[in-house]
């Protein structure tokens, strides 16, 4: 309580002239008189209250881990400031700590209290121990605070510290406080402003797996406090690689080296900086695993390519009908190659696992050629062109002509006889099934059997797979074999689609009966309409089915087996659908992409012919010709990649390029690229500070520095006790993922991530979370978000800032101010004294 103008009382003088005054009066109108009279006198006094108690006391925790006592000396002197506002009734006591809170000054006056701050600097050494700095508890410090202040509430903490906390939850510690009704004021350190000099190494980054001789590059995070000069070693399992000299300035400077490693194995980079009167010596070295690979092991199915480079990869070379071999080992090869191959010539094993090993083991397609690949190589609609990069439909980029397709059908008693691979009737109805999955809106399909005379079992329609299924289901063998009839059925059909593209594929097994085939074959031709034969089996006539062919315009095919059957039916198909290959001169635009990096020469030799493909919406296109078309096209399937080389280099169409010096390197560069490796190219690993706790972040790019979005990670991090603990990431920006990490307080953790895809892992890339020195001696400003938080949490302030006023004077109360109702009292019991007396009979009137 407290008066704002004491002089005021004076008033209360002049009552003892009042006095006789009221004793005129009737007694309870001289009593409200009176009261009324020093009501208002002590109004004008302004008498007051505050309304709340004081505080009882404070403590004041002092971080004297590692991360905050180099910089502790500008910040004691903000505290000592701040002390200095303090009342001297109000009681404090100082707790030091660091991985364990100490009682440093017990409760003591505010001079006592500054008297031990100014040798804290060198008692701190003989409170702790070394090893006990090396780790912060915030929330065992806050819980020994609680402790110490009253159990009835009231007091206040103060948090003198950079909040880089590596134990315990400090939000926990002040959720407790503020129950208790204690607030928790910060007063922030910050190494980046008064630790004196310091250089460190904070952050290194680098491939996590690497090939044996491949060049690669490290890069790291520069952080200085001070102007100087300085020296950057780069290191390898302990020994050094490069040295230069660095120019230093406040704030980050990034650094990167390349290097190679020619011994496979787990290797140690490094990178370590020198300042001459370095304050932490101990952050100046930062290290990542590097794992080194042998070459990659490619399979090569087709042609061999020829020598290549020292260091390219490993080639192991197989003819076509070796390859079924390799269907259940490819997963022992990083790529595999198709060249100048028929998909009819292919293992069928080998076509069914293509998706699987590029899309789920990672493993690299390509395929080059003439001809015999791509489309006219009957890979249309298979696995093949799944992955592949391109679309292998001619006319996916320019109008074509629509497709009139006629399958002519032998379905003779011979019919009835086995082939490789099932009856011979079984093979041409499930090769003919296969062809409705490859035609496109537009075209139609017709189909005549005939064994003694043809029949028109599906007209010229578009085909409905469904109904073409239940039509050659019930074909069965039984007859002759005339086949000039049924071609003229086949013409009637085709006939009357003028402007249309007209092709006829005949498939039989035996011998025409009757009239002059190559002739009907012939008139076939002149009228618009190509006739190609396929030969079910291996006992057919093929001198008559071969000039059945070639006088019909068309080609002609030995379906020794019933997979071969239909992937040479495909391939007719497809060439019918347009023109596939093109054989002219062009040359070759190139674009800048790694694959090309380190050729010979200015430009690429031109080429004599390539096969017409469609780069998919998600392909690169590095090599075209000079019309546009894709030569070169580059993409991802899954957690592999694929490429197609729309030409035959080692063929007729690259005689200039058999000769040029770049070949050799540019198809090393090719298989290097689509070699199975860690889905991320680089991987950067750190610890994040964020309001909900500290977060694991995770970003991820590839060899050409694009994010990997749209992954499942996880991330594997080594455990004090031998184990390891499994955090899930979620992605929050391009190429970003983060998953909730616990409170550390280890040199450095090992961690691990991997991509989950089918229920299946596969490594991403392996680093350290730290940097092979502890937590405690980064370099780096106080964690704000964190003490941010602990403030709000329990209605505490920032002390010690300059120019926000924030001191340690406990909170002002809130006078409450008592002349306005001792005023109006006052005049209230004046008014009612003078109605009560004028009402009174024995009243006097005043």
């Known amino acids: 309580m407290w008066v704002e103008s004491p002089w005021s009382l004076l008033v209360l003088l002049f009552f003892a002239f009042v006095l006789p005054r009221l004793r005129t009066y009737p007694r309870w109108s001289a009593v409200r008189r009176g009261v009324a009279w020093l009501c208002l006198a002590l109004a004008l006094a302004g008498p007051a209250f505050a309304l709340g108690a004081a505080h009882e006391a404070i403590v004041i925790l002092l971080d004297l881990s590692a991360s905050a006592s180099h910089a502790l000396g500008p910040a004691l002197g903000r505290l000592r400031a701040a002390l200095a506002t303090l009342p001297a009734s109000v009681p404090a006591t100082i707790v030091v700590f660091g991985a364990t809170p100490v009682i440093a000054q017990p409760a003591t006056s505010g001079e006592r209290v500054l008297s031990w701050l100014e040798r804290a600097g060198e008692a701190s050494d003989t409170i702790l121990r070394h090893a006990e700095r090396d780790q912060t508890d915030i929330e065992a410090a806050l819980d020994l605070a609680g402790w110490v202040l009253p159990a009835t509430g009231g007091g206040r903490v103060l948090l003198v510290t950079d909040g880089w906390e590596t134990r315990g939850d400090a939000r926990r510690a002040v959720s407790r406080l503020a129950q208790r009704g204690i607030a928790v004021d910060t007063l922030e350190v910050s190494r ?19 090939r044996a001789d491949a060049r690669f590059e490290i890069h790291a995070t520069l952080r200085s406090t001070v102007v100087g000069r300085g020296t950057v070693t780069l290191l390898r399992d302990g020994r050094e690689l490069a040295r230069r000299e660095v120019r230093l300035a406040p704030g980050d400077a990034p650094l990167r080296f390349a290097s190679t490693v020619t011994t496979p194995g787990e290797h140690r980079y490094g990178v370590r900086v020198a300042l001459d009167g370095d304050a932490e010596p101990r952050n100046d070295l930062a290290e990542t695993p590097v ?9 090569w199915i087709g042609p061999w390519p020829g020598p290549l480079p020292s260091g390219a990869p490993e080639i192991v070379h197989l003819r076509p009908a070796d390859a079924a071999a ?39 397609l390509l395929m080059l050629g003439d001809g015999r690949s791509f489309g006219p190589g009957g890979y249309r609609r298979t696995p093949v062109e799944e992955v592949l990069p391109v679309e292998l439909d001619a006319g996916a980029r320019a109008q074509r002509p629509r497709l009139a397709l006629v399958l002519v059908l032998d379905k003779s008693g011979s019919m009835a006889e086995p082939m490789e691979g099932g009856q011979k009737i079984a093979a041409a109805r499930a090769a003919a099934g296969a062809t409705a999955a490859l035609l496109t809106a537009g075209d139609r399909l017709g189909i005549v059997t005939f064994d003694s005379a043809p029949t028109a079992v599906l007209e010229l329609e578009d085909a409905a797979p469904g109904r073409l299924q239940a039509t050659l289901a019930r074909l069965t063998p039984g007859g002759g074999t005339r086949i000039l009839p049924a071609l003229a059925e086949a013409r009637r059909m085709a006939g009357g689609l003028e402007g249309w593209r007209r092709h006829i594929v005949l498939l039989t097994d035996g011998r025409g009966e009757g009239g002059d085939l190559p002739q009907a074959a012939r008139d076939l031709h002149a009228r618009g309409i190509t006739l190609s034969v396929i030969a079910v089996g291996g006992d057919a006539d093929t001198v008559l089915l071969r000039a059945l062919a070639e006088a019909g315009g068309g080609r002609f095919e030995m379906g020794r087996s019933a997979e071969r059957l239909t992937a040479l039916l495909r391939r007719e198909v497809a060439m019918a659908r347009g023109p596939l290959v093109r054989e002219e001169r062009t040359a070759v635009v190139a674009e800048r992409h790694a694959v090309l990096d380190a050729l010979p020469g200015a430009s690429v030799p031109p080429l004599l012919g390539w096969v017409a493909v469609t780069p998919k919406k998600v392909a690169v296109v590095p090599l075209r010709t000079t019309g546009g078309d894709a030569l070169l096209a580059l993409g991802r399937f899954g957690l592999g990649r694929s490429a197609a080389l729309a030409t035959d280099p080692l063929g007729r169409w690259g005689t200039e390029w058999q000769s040029w010096p770049g070949w050799p390197r540019l198809l090393a560069n090719l298989l290097g690229w689509l070699a199975r490796a860690p889905a991320a190219a680089r ?34 991090l080594g455990a004090e006790d031998g184990g390891e603990d499994v955090i899930a990431l979620e992605q929050r920006a391009a190429g970003v993922y983060a998953g909730a990490l616990g409170a550390r307080g280890r040199r450095a953790t090992s961690v691990v991530v991997e991509e989950r895809a089918a229920g299946a892992a596969r490594l991403i890339g392996r680093g350290w979370l730290g940097l092979g020195y502890a937590e405690e001696h980064r370099l780096r400003g106080p964690h704000r978000p964190l003490l941010d938080e602990l403030r709000a949490l329990s209605g505490g302030r920032r002390v010690g800032e300059p120019g926000n006023g924030e001191t340690l004077r406990p909170a002002a109360h809130r006078p409450v101010r008592l002349w306005g109702p001792l005023a109006a009292l006052g005049l209230g019991l004046f008014l009612l004294d003078l109605v009560l007396t004028r009402r009174s009979p024995a009243g006097r009137t005043v």
């Open 192 to 210: 980046l402003d008064g630790g004196g000099a310091d250089a460190s190494i904070d952050a290194i980054e680098a491939p996590a797996q690497v």
């Open 291 to 299: 794992s080194a690979v042998g070459r990659p092991r490619v399979l």
């Open 326 to 364: 390799a269907a259940p080992r490819l997963e022992d090869f990083d790529a595999l190659v198709l060249s100048s191959v028929e998909a009819g010539d292919l293992p069928p094993r080998l076509m069914d696992r293509l998706s699987e090993y590029v899309g789920r083991a990672g493993g690299g």
């Open 683 to 716: 991987v950067s690993i750190r610890e994040v500070a964020e309001r909900r706790g500290p977060m694991l972040e995770v970003s991820v790019e590839d060899a050409a520095g694009a994010p990997l979005n749209g992954r499942t990670l996880l991330a594997r």
